[in-house]
């Protein structure tokens, strides 16, 4: 099984209008109050969703063209709990 590359979310932010790139445990850390630190360290005041995404933020663009090879630990693949309860 090879290494899971990091999930990234694209949010609009609200106060530059640029889309920026979110990973995900700064999104489940910050889903409550609609704030969200960016992979580029701008914290981003996310747009409503029915607006069309923005330009991509060049430093974030930066960040993640001159990020090195991610070292994710593999995830083990787990059973569904309905299966194994009878």
Known sequence: MSP??????HIRCDTDGYTHA????????????GRFRAVCGHVVL??????APGRFDPVCRVVL???PEPSVPRQERRRSRWRTRR
């Open 65 to 67: 063209r001159d990020a």
């Open 46 to 51: 996310a747009a409503p969703m029915i607006e």
């Open 22 to 33: 979110v990973t995900e445990d700064e999104f489940a850390a910050g889903r409550h109050d």
């Open 4 to 9: 899971v590359e990091p999930f990234l979310v």
